[in-house]
């Protein structure tokens, strides 16, 4: 009884270890230990088992890195979301087992989890890409790899070498017990390990810090709001004053020569859910704001509903000739921006779909801002999470890249921190600098590097200057776009074929 519930506790215990691994905490090498517990479970287990394992894993993954979700709405959103993303995770396991007797296998489960990624960040209601792995690794020795291949090729190294520790040491323990090496198979599992550290050294190469297009000086606001949770809604005039008065403030130090004059100025998400295009109070104190620290800022703004669309909107604003430009946040998160299937839910949870009384409309244009002679692109707080919001952005000619966030509604949670961390892994992935500037914090400037020079607390009013190098080269990643994903799903899709054929033609032999 004991030996058929150890597995299964055990693959629980491996999602716990790969949730471990993500910010706040600094332990990213905890993925490594947590693939090679995952390889242990699923080594010679049918595809039914692996079914079972990958989804208590994947489980034991979700659960804690999600808790975040149900903060202010209760513990349904939160078990039911982590309950479907574990099925993806699940999927993986089932592919590893069948994959796992097959020479090199390392590689074939680490592409099986690469594509299982790929799915969940597409399917369902546009995907949910949360908790990548590569989204972990900010601190981590395979960062460099973001700038090589993205996301896809960095989560890929990690569950690589992870997996590759284990055949490592399965290879140590056969040794052991039959006196002997297999030469070939112990070079392999050596291999699995040693290319994925090699390269990550070796793409350190593409992440540098340079000024190619000069410099300039950025100011992030972060204005705070009256009260935590989903009630600082109600309170939306005061959140605008909140920005307009931290601004004044930065300006007076501008003045007293404390602060160097910023060349722009952006301020997060939801920094003004009062519409400054049909109220006139709210473009006054924007344009008043804008006047006094004397430059343009990037607002954040609900514009719209009413009877009419209901746009997520970051507006520039000129000093002098008021609103500019906009940009209409794409990616828009469901169950918080709009409710699919409303009817159905509804019937069912009619007071949730009250939350969301009108859903927001979706833009259609990449975010690029030019303020200042500078090339901001933005994207919008959940956003940062999907490659291609942030890639296109970099590609419409972004020098520097801009997440405008709010993160009000999910208390002191590790939510923050999570997201900081894909803000981190994006600047090293397009090597460009990364601000953050969000409602109640953590705001941060990121370096094309990934290191972050300055960050404010969590429900502190604060203003970050940083004077930040602009950059308009090119990685391979920015390149490549999703070539290396669909490369890997490939690789993934060819392991598992590979696996199925060999099992029908040995179960035919075996009839034979």
Same mark, same amino acid.
């Given at each position: 009884?004991?030996?058929?519930?150890?597995?299964?506790?055990?693959?629980?215990?491996?999602?716990? #270890?790969?949730?471990?691994?993500?910010?706040?905490?600094? =332990?990213?090498?905890?993925?490594?230990?947590?693939?090679?517990?995952?390889?242990?479970?699923?080594?010679?287990?049918?595809?039914? !088992?692996?079914?079972?394992?990958?989804?208590?894993?994947? #489980?034991?993954?979700?659960?804690?890195?999600?808790?975040?979700?149900?903060?202010?709405?209760?513990?349904?959103?939160?078990?039911?979301?982590? $309950?479907?993303?574990?099925?993806?995770?699940?999927?993986?396991?089932?592919?590893?087992?069948?994959?796992?007797?097959?020479?090199?296998?390392?590689?074939?489960?680490?592409?099986?989890?690469?594509?299982?990624?790929?799915?969940?960040?597409?399917?369902?209601?546009?995907?949910?890409?949360?908790?990548?792995?590569?989204?972990?690794?900010?601190?981590?020795?395979?960062?460099?790899?973001?700038?090589?291949?993205? +996301?896809?090729?960095?989560?890929? !190294?990690?569950?690589?070498?992870?997996?590759?520790?284990?055949?490592?040491?399965?290879?140590?323990?056969?040794?052991?017990?039959?006196?002997?090496?297999?030469?070939?198979?112990? !070079?392999?599992?050596?291999?699995?390990?040693?290319?994925?550290?090699?390269?990550?050294?070796?793409?350190?190469?593409?992440?540098?810090?340079?000024?190619?297009?000069?410099?300039?000086?950025?100011?992030?606001?972060?204005?705070?709001?009256?009260?935590?949770? #989903?009630?600082?809604? *109600?309170?939306?005039?005061?959140?605008?004053?909140?920005?307009?008065?931290?601004?004044?403030?930065? !300006?007076?130090?501008?003045? $007293?020569?404390?602060?160097?004059?910023?060349?722009?100025?952006?301020?997060?998400?939801?920094?003004?859910?009062?519409?400054?295009?049909?109220?006139?109070?709210?473009?006054? %104190?924007?344009?008043? $704001?804008?006047?006094?620290?004397?430059?343009?800022?990037?607002?954040?703004?609900? %514009?719209? @509903?009413?009877?009419?669309? =209901?746009?997520?909107?970051?507006?520039?604003?000129?000093?002098?000739?008021?609103?500019?430009?906009?940009?209409?946040?794409?990616?828009?998160?469901?169950?918080?921006?709009?409710?699919?299937?409303?009817?159905?839910?509804?019937?069912?949870?009619?007071?949730?779909?009250? /939350?969301?009384?009108?859903?927001?409309?979706?833009?259609?244009?990449?975010?690029?801002?030019? /303020?200042?002679?500078?090339?901001?692109?933005?994207?919008?707080?959940?956003?940062?999470?999907?490659?291609?919001?942030?890639?296109?952005?970099? +590609? $419409?000619?972004?020098?520097?890249? *801009?997440?405008?966030?709010?993160?009000? +509604?999910?208390?002191?949670?590790?939510?923050?921190?999570?997201?900081?961390? /894909?803000?981190?892994?994006?600047?090293?992935?397009?090597?460009? +600098?990364?601000?953050?500037?969000?409602?109640?914090?953590?705001?941060?400037?990121? /370096?094309?590097?990934?290191?972050? %020079?300055?960050?404010?607390?969590?429900?502190?009013?604060?203003?970050?200057?940083?004077?930040?190098?602009?950059?308009?080269?090119?990685?391979?990643?920015?390149?490549?776009?999703?070539?290396?994903?669909?490369?890997? %799903?490939?690789?993934?899709?060819?392991?598992?074929?590979?696996?199925?054929?060999?099992?029908?033609?040995?179960?035919?032999?075996?009839? @034979?």
């Amino acid at each position: 009884m004991l030996n058929r519930l150890l597995r299964p506790a055990v693959a629980a215990l491996g999602g716990v #270890l790969l949730y471990l691994s993500f910010p706040p905490r600094p =332990l990213w090498w905890l993925a490594l230990p947590a693939f090679a517990v995952f390889g242990w479970v699923l080594r010679d287990r049918s595809w039914k !088992a692996g079914l079972g394992l990958g989804y208590l894993f994947g #489980l034991g993954f979700l659960l804690p890195l999600l808790v975040w979700t149900g903060v202010e709405v209760g513990p349904g959103p939160w078990l039911g979301l982590a $309950a479907i993303e574990a099925l993806f995770i699940g999927a993986a396991g089932a592919g590893t087992a069948l994959v796992s007797r097959l020479p090199l296998w390392p590689v074939w489960a680490a592409a099986l989890w690469t594509a299982a990624e790929a799915a969940r960040a597409r399917a369902p209601f546009g995907g949910f890409p949360w908790g990548k792995v590569a989204f972990g690794q900010a601190d981590g020795t395979f960062l460099p790899l973001a700038a090589l291949g993205g +996301t896809p090729v960095l989560g890929f !190294a990690v569950a690589l070498c992870g997996y590759g520790l284990y055949a490592c040491a399965r290879q140590v323990a056969r040794a052991r017990r039959t006196g002997g090496v297999r030469k070939g198979a112990a !070079a392999a599992a050596l291999l699995t390990v040693v290319v994925p550290v090699a390269a990550s050294f070796g793409a350190r190469g593409l992440v540098s810090d340079a000024a190619e297009d000069g410099t300039a000086t950025v100011a992030v606001i972060q204005g705070n709001v009256p009260r935590l949770g #989903l009630d600082f809604n *109600s309170q939306r005039r005061a959140v605008l004053d909140y920005h307009v008065t931290e601004t004044l403030r930065l !300006a007076a130090q501008v003045k $007293a020569g404390k602060q160097p004059q910023p060349d722009f100025v952006l301020w997060p998400e939801n920094s003004s859910d009062v519409d400054p295009f049909v109220d006139d109070d709210a473009r006054a %104190v924007i344009d008043g $704001a804008a006047k006094t620290i004397g430059a343009p800022i990037s607002v954040g703004a609900v %514009v719209g @509903g009413y009877g009419t669309k =209901l746009y997520n909107e970051q507006v520039q604003w000129d000093p002098k000739q008021g609103p500019v430009a906009t940009y209409d946040k794409r990616q828009i998160q469901p169950f918080g921006e709009y409710i699919p299937l409303r009817g159905l839910i509804s019937t069912f949870a009619p007071g949730y779909t009250s /939350m969301v009384r009108q859903d927001f409309d979706r833009g259609t244009k990449p975010g690029l801002f030019t /303020m200042a002679g500078t090339k901001v692109g933005i994207a919008t707080c959940y956003e940062t999470a999907f490659d291609w919001a942030v890639r296109d952005t970099v +590609t $419409a000619g972004a020098q520097l890249i *801009s997440v405008p966030s709010n993160n009000a +509604t999910f208390d002191r949670s590790e939510m923050t921190y999570q997201q900081l961390a /894909m803000s981190r892994v994006r600047a090293v992935e397009h090597s460009r +600098t990364v601000t953050v500037p969000v409602t109640s914090g953590v705001s941060a400037v990121i /370096m094309p590097d990934g290191k972050v %020079v300055q960050k404010t607390a969590l429900f502190t009013p604060a203003s970050l200057v940083a004077k930040v190098p602009l950059r308009s080269s090119r990685t391979p990643a920015t390149r490549l776009g999703t070539l290396p994903e669909w490369a890997l %799903v490939a690789v993934g899709a060819a392991g598992l074929a590979w696996a199925i054929t060999r099992n029908v033609r040995r179960s035919r032999a075996g009839r @034979g």
